[in-house]
């Protein structure tokens, strides 16, 4: 009953490749986010969605694209990846965009780019 | 843009003492106040928040200050126990407009046994 999953857990890839990362929520939440955590530890914001729609686009690479089919689901799409992404990038949702509400992150997924 | 700093970077101290750790943010309109706890390998969870109409706010071993007019809040951790040893994230955020929250760089707090 995982309330955010995200999937993989475990990337390791080559320069240049392009690869996705899929989040789910099964909270009923309308917003979703991609933070950024790199070696350092630095929690960032990169994308957030409410109800499908993108509402904060972080000044991010244009390689980096959200994608949200539903306001359950917000998948992350990297291409031409390079040694810089590696991360660990968290998904998470909120009941809505009001401030206040707690976020939830999902599990994280570990980035190495090689 | 919010702007979040906190301190100290690395915290260590002993089982049963109490532990402090700073933040202060840029924009005088951010009205809410979490922290978040992770542990080593694992997600950011909330363990406890403060809006800005409120001074203090407690949880068992948890409280949270607030100081608006200088613009800085803090965690503080009595009792301290091995399995607090976490890296520890304040974030700020405001009510209005399409923001999200703005996190401090995180504090490592090793306890000692």
């Known amino acids: 009953d995982t309330a955010v999953s995200q999937t993989p857990k475990y990337l390791v890839t080559q320069m240049g490749n392009d690869k996705s990362i899929k989040c789910e929520q099964n909270l009923g939440h309308d917003t979703m986010y991609w933070y950024k955590q790199d070696s350092k530890k630095f929690l960032k914001i990169m994308f957030s969605?409410?109800?499908?729609?993108?509402?904060i686009n972080e000044t991010v690479p244009n390689r980096f694209s959200p994608k949200s089919p539903d306001k359950a689901h917000l998948n992350l799409h990297i291409n031409s990846l390079e040694l810089g992404d590696s991360a660990v990038y968290f998904c998470?949702?909120?009941?809505?965009?009001?401030?206040?509400?707690?976020?939830?992150f999902g599990e994280g997924s570990w980035l190495t780019v090689v | 843009g919010e702007n979040v700093e906190q301190h100290p970077s690395t915290l260590s101290v002993q089982e049963g003492d109490s532990a402090v750790i700073k933040c202060t943010y840029s924009d005088s309109a951010s009205n809410y106040f979490p922290w978040y706890k992770q542990e080593l390998g694992k997600r950011p969870q909330l363990i406890i928040d403060i809006r800005s109409n409120v001074g203090e706010k407690k949880d068992q071993r948890i409280a949270v200050t607030l100081n608006k007019t200088a613009k800085h809040f803090s965690l503080h951790i009595t009792e301290t126990q091995p399995e607090d040893s976490a890296v520890y994230f304040c974030a700020a955020s405001i009510r209005t407009g399409r923001r999200a929250l703005t996190f401090g760089s995180g504090t490592r707090l090793q306890v000692q046994p």
């Open positions: 969605y409410n109800n499908k729609e993108l509402i």
């Open positions: 998470a949702s909120s009941q809505d965009q009001g401030v206040g509400n707690t976020i939830y």
